[in-house]
């Protein structure tokens, strides 16, 4: 039998005595089976076993007959040199044997028992990775006898030591109370007053005339602290006392438990240095160690040392490995890892779930990661709070505040309690999407719950303030905040500032910067934006101009956020007069972007040029500017009267995957018109646009589909008027006598009959759009 795998170490197996089935390519194997037993992995709890062989020669003989595996990892790939190991369905006999299943269970206690397992040699003679239990046997002979035979120990649990386990059950558990193994605890005892040097070990113990066995050693080593463990070992090995693979195991542990990834990283690599063996509980553990010290990268290494070593990694290992790749970001080696591991049967314990969960929301997969916890829950495996609030994060980073609502619904639901930290997730949430009576709902739910409050929840409701423009509200927070003894910290100031100029209220917006500077923040573009914008919302164009001048003064660049800011302000502007200092801040700021407005407000012009200039301004700015600089050139053309050239940039701009995805979209029964990511003046030149379109579509004697609707988000978005787009839009749309309504499905969709809409657009009484009428101001 051969088996192989992709780099991952998830095996496919052909041949003999073992075999694979329904194998879909190559690497991939959805289960194991034996045909000895006619039984496969995955059902009635049969797995196959694995034992790694290390030998020189598996490394290069081909496999033999008997039942033999060959995996190609990472490294052997490169090489192309496979390992071979031993492979053992756990119902056979440890030999390859037609014995009867009684003769093979005394042949299997036969070998545990024997010298052979205590040398960790099989019966053919080849080696094997004993288990850290396996290694830690208790001896029930002289303890200074080499080679003397193992009996069961007091435990099988592995080694993990915890800071906090007291002195005497550390003891107790290595050298129980009225046995003759108290080495340890003198050792200990000599050790409590030495500092943690080499030097202060080597005097503490200079008087011990006693010999120490690996056991006395792991015992000592578990009830110190990494420094002083680490030097006692190095004394240790000085003295010629046994220092095995376990004794450097149980070492690697308590320098992992102290958070030392550096000092674990060169241990390692010494073990590799003094040829000593490192099994997987080696690896897992400096693997595991990496992953809790923040380097992934290091992780990552050790693994692929593990692969190449022939170690084959178990459950923790590879569950350990999915969050390596996610923090390093390369998900999609994360998901390929996961999913293949799924296919051999494995099944992901919640610790994994989790993982996952959060490799699929940052890699954008939502609809996975939302898949993932019902699969969590149809296997009994109830998600934490750690899970619903990875969701509900992503969700609300990617502006999805519906999905990151009903996230937190069937979390509370699920009878998960609630901590600030969801809520004061949750009112960021709502402060997003403008729901300021929710979200001050949940505020006042964290008062009378006594959940602390920090700046962070303070600073949400100060933003949700101001995009809102409730002013009040935003004081009567401040005030709140300074009375709990919060202080205020940058983003404070600057939601401060925006709240203040959102109301035109300038001299207090200044004095809110002034405030900040002195604080130790100075301002940055940001802070002037706002003012800026405040001065032209009131017509101080000028003043505008000296903010801009005060902004360069002071070490600030200005960035295409700002560009944005001063070509929103042409739209304010009612003539030449009040459209010259922005013009010049404009050229001061982005010439290019000042070239296309002087050609845009021309009376005559080419319509290559405008196509040209669009697109060499575009290809100097930040993607996430493209967005903003289109929505206000075509805010522009429409509020001077140039509808045609409004339309032009409007149709570059969708045909250049400006606006995320596209504008439209067509299937057999429904037509969707996107406009929850444009400005108001641009949602009505899309509009206008989608209505000449479905004109054009009748003209042809072509049929619309059964259902139109048009998309206007629930952000928001908002006009001069305070109303939201999904008013204007339908206010405008009741004014043209269309059949479209409020739908019942969604509150950000207008929807109408394909039949209604083809019957209101023949008759024909439906009145144009005006150009210039500026539909934020209606």
Same mark, same amino acid.
């Given at each position: 039998?051969?088996?192989?795998?992709?780099?991952?170490?998830?095996?496919?197996?052909?041949?003999? @005595?073992?075999?694979?089935?329904?194998?879909?390519?190559?690497?991939?194997?959805?289960?194991?089976?034996?045909?000895?037993?006619?039984?496969?992995?995955?059902?009635?709890?049969?797995?196959?076993?694995?034992?790694?062989?290390?030998?020189?020669?598996?490394?290069?003989?081909?496999?033999?007959?008997?039942?033999?595996?060959?995996?190609?990892?990472?490294?052997?790939?490169?090489?192309?040199?496979?390992?071979?190991?031993?492979?053992?369905?756990?119902?056979?006999?440890?030999?390859?044997?037609?014995?009867?299943?009684?003769?093979?269970?005394?042949?299997?206690?036969?070998?545990?028992?024997?010298?052979?397992?205590?040398?960790?040699?099989?019966? +053919?003679?080849?080696?094997?990775?004993?288990?850290?239990?396996?290694?830690?046997?208790?001896?029930?002979?002289?303890?200074?006898?080499?080679?003397?035979?193992?009996?069961?120990?007091?435990?099988?649990?592995?080694?993990?030591?915890?800071?906090?386990?007291?002195?005497?059950?550390?003891?107790?558990?290595?050298?129980?109370?009225?046995?003759?193994?108290?080495?340890?605890?003198?050792?200990?005892?000599?050790?409590?007053?030495?500092?943690?040097?080499?030097?202060?070990?080597?005097?503490?113990?200079?008087?011990?005339?006693?010999?120490?066995?690996?056991?006395?050693?792991?015992?000592?080593?578990?009830?110190?602290?990494?420094?002083?463990?680490?030097?006692?070992?190095?004394?240790?090995? #000085?003295?010629?006392?046994?220092?095995?693979?376990?004794?450097?195991?149980?070492?690697?542990?308590?320098?992992?438990?102290?958070?030392?990834?550096?000092?674990?990283?060169?241990?390692?690599?010494?073990?590799?240095?003094?040829?000593?063996?490192?099994?997987? $509980?080696?690896?897992?553990?400096?693997?595991?160690?990496?992953?809790?010290?923040?380097?992934?990268?290091? #992780?990552?290494?050790?693994?692929?040392?593990?692969?190449?070593?022939?170690?084959?990694?178990?459950?923790?290992?590879?569950?350990?490995?999915?969050?390596?790749?996610?923090? &390093?970001?390369? $998900?999609?080696?994360?998901?390929?890892?996961?999913?293949?591991?799924?296919?051999?049967?494995?099944?992901?314990?919640?610790?994994?779930?989790?993982?996952?969960?959060?490799?699929?929301?940052?890699?954008?997969?939502? =609809?996975?990661?939302?898949?993932?916890?019902?699969?969590?829950?149809?296997?009994?495996?109830?998600?934490?709070?750690?899970?619903?609030?990875?969701?509900?994060?992503?969700?609300?980073?990617?502006?999805?505040?519906?999905?990151? *609502?009903?996230?937190?619904?069937?979390?509370?639901?699920?009878?998960?309690?609630?901590?600030?930290?969801?809520?004061?997730?949750?009112?960021?949430?709502?402060?997003?999407?403008?729901?300021?009576?929710?979200?001050? +709902?949940?505020?006042?739910?964290? *008062?009378?719950?006594?959940?602390?409050?920090?700046?962070?929840?303070?600073? !949400?409701?100060?933003?949700?303030?101001?995009?809102?423009?409730?002013?009040?509200?935003?004081?009567?927070?401040?005030?709140?905040?300074?009375?709990?003894?919060?202080?205020?910290?940058?983003?404070?100031?600057?939601?401060?500032?925006?709240?203040?100029?959102?109301?035109?209220?300038?001299?207090?917006?200044?004095?809110?910067?002034?405030?900040?500077? =002195?604080?130790?923040?100075?301002?940055?573009?940001?802070?002037?934006?706002?003012?800026?914008?405040?001065?032209?919302?009131?017509?101080?164009?000028?003043?505008?101009?000296?903010?801009?001048?005060?902004?360069?003064?002071?070490?600030?660049?200005?960035?295409?956020?700002?560009?944005?800011?001063?070509?929103?302000?042409?739209?304010?502007?009612?003539?030449?007069?009040?459209?010259?200092?922005?013009?010049?801040?404009?050229?001061?700021?982005?010439?290019?972007?000042?070239?296309?407005?002087?050609?845009?407000?021309?009376?005559?012009?080419?319509?290559?040029?405008?196509?040209?200039?669009?697109?060499?301004?575009?290809?100097?700015?930040?993607?996430?500017?493209?967005?903003?600089?289109?929505?206000?050139?075509?805010?522009?053309?429409?509020?001077?009267?140039?509808?045609?050239? #409004?339309?032009?940039?409007?149709? &570059?701009?969708?045909?250049?995957?400006?606006?995320?995805?596209?504008?439209?979209?067509?299937?057999?029964?429904?037509?969707?018109?996107?406009?929850?990511?444009?400005?108001?003046?641009?949602?009505?030149?899309? &509009?206008?646009?989608?209505?000449?379109?479905?004109?054009?579509?009748?003209?042809?004697?072509?049929?619309?589909?059964?259902?139109?609707?048009?998309?206007?988000?629930?952000?928001?978005?908002?006009?001069?008027?305070?109303?939201?787009?999904?008013?204007?839009?339908?206010?405008?749309?009741?004014?043209?006598? !269309?059949?479209?309504?409020?739908?019942?499905?969604?509150?950000?969709?207008?929807?109408?009959? @394909?039949? +209604?809409?083809?019957?209101?657009?023949?008759?024909?009484?439906?009145?144009?759009?005006?150009?210039?009428?500026?539909?934020?101001?209606?």
């Amino acid at each position: 039998m051969a088996l192989t795998s992709n780099p991952w170490g998830v095996c496919a197996i052909v041949g003999s @005595g073992v075999s694979s089935s329904s194998v879909p390519e190559f690497g991939h194997v959805k289960f194991f089976s034996c045909e000895n037993c006619d039984r496969r992995n995955g059902s009635g709890g049969h797995d196959l076993s694995f034992r790694a062989s290390l030998s020189s020669d598996s490394l290069t003989k081909p496999p033999s007959s008997s039942s033999s595996l060959q995996i190609l990892t990472p490294f052997s790939f490169a090489t192309s040199t496979p390992y071979s190991t031993s492979v053992r369905c756990s119902s056979l006999s440890l030999k390859d044997s037609d014995a009867p299943p009684s003769q093979a269970s005394d042949e299997k206690k036969s070998f545990v028992s024997s010298r052979n397992f205590q040398t960790e040699k099989t019966p +053919s003679g080849s080696k094997r990775n004993p288990s850290l239990a396996e290694q830690l046997q208790l001896s029930t002979g002289d303890i200074t006898e080499a080679g003397s035979p193992l009996e069961a120990p007091r435990t099988t649990r592995s080694i993990t030591p915890k800071r906090e386990k007291a002195m005497k059950y550390i003891i107790d558990r290595w050298a129980p109370e009225g046995s003759k193994y108290n080495r340890a605890a003198e050792i200990l005892q000599k050790l409590k007053d030495a500092d943690g040097s080499e030097e202060g070990v080597r005097k503490a113990l200079e008087n011990w005339d006693n010999s120490l066995n690996a056991r006395d050693i792991c015992a000592v080593i578990s009830g110190l602290k990494w420094r002083k463990a680490l030097a006692f070992f190095r004394w240790a090995k #000085a003295e010629k006392f046994e220092v095995n693979t376990v004794v450097h195991n149980v070492l690697l542990g308590v320098i992992r438990a102290g958070r030392q990834w550096k000092v674990a990283d060169e241990f390692g690599l010494g073990m590799i240095n003094e040829g000593v063996e490192l099994d997987n $509980f080696t690896f897992s553990t400096l693997i595991s160690c990496a992953v809790q010290c923040r380097a992934p990268k290091d #992780a990552l290494t050790w693994f692929d040392r593990m692969a190449a070593a022939g170690v084959v990694p178990d459950e923790v290992t590879y569950s350990t490995m999915t969050l390596v790749y996610s923090r &390093l970001g390369r $998900f999609d080696e994360a998901v390929e890892l996961f999913e293949n591991l799924l296919l051999t049967g494995w099944k992901p314990d919640k610790v994994t779930y989790g993982t996952m969960v959060n490799v699929y929301a940052r890699a954008g997969k939502y =609809q996975k990661a939302s898949s993932l916890i019902k699969e969590m829950k149809q296997l009994g495996l109830q998600p934490d709070a750690v899970v619903y609030n990875t969701l509900i994060t992503y969700f609300a980073r990617e502006g999805k505040t519906g999905q990151a *609502k009903r996230v937190f619904r069937e979390m509370e639901s699920s009878g998960i309690k609630v901590s600030e930290f969801t809520l004061s997730l949750m009112i960021d949430v709502h402060g997003r999407s403008g729901n300021v009576t929710e979200a001050f +709902s949940l505020f006042e739910r964290m *008062k009378e719950e006594n959940l602390p409050l920090d700046t962070a929840v303070y600073n !949400s409701l100060l933003k949700m303030c101001g995009e809102e423009r409730k002013l009040v509200e935003g004081e009567s927070l401040l005030r709140e905040m300074l009375e709990r003894g919060l202080k205020p910290d940058e983003i404070t100031y600057k939601s401060l500032v925006n709240l203040y100029a959102k109301e035109g209220r300038i001299d207090e917006a200044v004095q809110a910067m002034q405030d900040m500077t =002195q604080a130790g923040y100075p301002a940055d573009v940001v802070v002037y934006s706002c003012l800026i914008k405040a001065c032209g919302a009131s017509k101080q164009f000028l003043r505008a101009e000296r903010f801009f001048e005060e902004m360069l003064a002071g070490g600030n660049r200005a960035d295409d956020r700002c560009c944005g800011v001063l070509l929103s302000l042409m739209n304010m502007c009612d003539n030449d007069e009040e459209r010259e200092p922005v013009l010049r801040c404009l050229h001061t700021a982005k010439p290019t972007l000042c070239s296309l407005v002087n050609i845009l407000v021309a009376q005559n012009l080419d319509s290559g040029e405008v196509e040209q200039g669009v697109r060499t301004l575009l290809a100097e700015s930040n993607s996430n500017s493209h967005r903003p600089f289109c929505n206000s050139l075509i805010d522009l053309c429409w509020s001077l009267g140039f509808k045609d050239r #409004a339309e032009s940039i409007l149709t &570059l701009a969708d045909s250049l995957k400006v606006y995320s995805g596209s504008l439209r979209t067509h299937t057999n029964d429904l037509w969707i018109l996107h406009l929850r990511s444009l400005s108001f003046n641009t949602a009505y030149c899309a &509009l206008g646009v989608w209505l000449d379109f479905l004109k054009s579509h009748l003209a042809e004697g072509q049929e619309l589909p059964e259902t139109l609707v048009i998309e206007t988000g629930a952000g928001r978005n908002r006009g001069e008027d305070g109303n939201r787009l999904i008013t204007v839009i339908l206010g405008k749309l009741k004014e043209m006598n !269309s059949p479209f309504d409020t739908s019942t499905e969604r509150a950000d969709w207008l929807e109408a009959s @394909g039949s +209604s809409v083809t019957a209101w657009l023949s008759s024909g009484s439906q009145p144009q759009q005006d150009a210039e009428e500026n539909p934020s101001d209606s």
